[in-house]
């Protein structure tokens, strides 16, 4: 049996999955990943000032430099075969829910609906200080004039409802927590499985009995737990599967 097969196999027999997507999931909707050796983010960026609280609050407007690149990038961006195969899963009652990193919101595009977006959304943002929320389109408008985002009821800097590095998890990681315990079966995505504590689910996953399965184009710390393992592309490997279910 090629390891597609037993990756069908695992998935046909699931009745309580959870997907763990990642970045490497919308790199075939035109959104680059963080970690890919040629390609990721990182390799242009310092993820400590563009990406983590305290770069936010010494240095907003560079932070804001890259968030308008970025927000270019993720409002054109539409779902691939992989989103859709997931979504599928969930309609079938195959999976629970889709526990994702990414903030580009392509899962709910998609039609998944137990989304749990465990490093926020993009779509929105807050003020750190007083709580009022934006939308995208108003964030969109005020970074592309050239001004820095602040509230308009108290004068704070708003930021994008995205997890950076330094801050907590959204209470929704709890949940994820809950359903992963209760999995059946574990399916990894597009995902490096370093960045913790979400990575540290999959552990949580085998510990409580779940089969395991990464797909992933490099290995990942985790490899072992997992019961299949493919290095592949994504969409190549999940258009198979959505066709055999
Ligand atoms: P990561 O960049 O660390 O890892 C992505 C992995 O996906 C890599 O190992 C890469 O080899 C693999 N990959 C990329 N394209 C692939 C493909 N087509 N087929 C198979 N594998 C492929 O991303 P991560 O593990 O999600 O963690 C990084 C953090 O990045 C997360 O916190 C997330 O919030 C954030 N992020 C999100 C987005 C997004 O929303 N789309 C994009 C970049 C980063």
């Known amino acids: 049996m090629s390891a597609l097969d037993r990756l069908v196999a695992l998935l046909e027999g699931a009745e309580r999955g959870v997907a763990l997507t990642g970045a490497g999931v919308s790199t075939e909707s035109g959104i680059p990943d963080f970690r890919s050796p040629s390609s ?3 390799q242009e960026h310092d993820p400590m000032e563009v990406a983590s609280l305290e770069g936010f609050r010494r240095e907003p ?14 409002a054109g961006a539409q779902p691939n075969v992989t989103h859709h195969v997931l979504a599928k899963l969930e309609r079938q009652g195959k999976l629970r829910a889709v526990v994702t990193q990414n903030i580009d919101g392509l ?32 964030m969109e408008r005020r970074v ?9 009821a108290c004068g704070e800097l708003v930021k994008p409802d995205v997890v950076l590095f330094g801050e907590e998890l959204p209470p929704v990681f709890r949940e994820a927590e809950r359903l992963t315990e209760r999995a059946d079966v574990f399916l ?13 689910l999959v552990a949580v996953a085998h510990r409580h009995g779940a089969r395991v399965a990464i797909v992933n184009r490099e290995p990942s710390p985790y490899d ?3 019961e299949v393992v493919l ?9 198979a599967v959505g066709s055999r279910l």
């Open 40 to 42: 990721g983010l990182w």
């Open 61 to 74: 407007r560079r932070f804001y430099e890259f968030w308008g690149h970025r927000f270019g990038a993720l």
């Open 107 to 138: 899962h709910r595009d998609a039609g998944s609906e137990t989304v749990l977006e465990v490093h926020g959304s993009y779509r929105q943002a807050r003020c750190l200080h007083c709580g009022a929320v934006y939308s995208l389109q108003e």
């Open 144 to 152: 592309k004039s050239g001004r820095l985002p602040v509230c308009d």
């Open 188 to 200: 990894v995505l597009g995902s490096s499985l370093q960045v913790h504590p979400v990575a540290g």
């Open 224 to 226: 072992e737990l997992a």
């Open 231 to 239: 290095h592949a592309e994504l969409g190549a490997t999940m258009r």
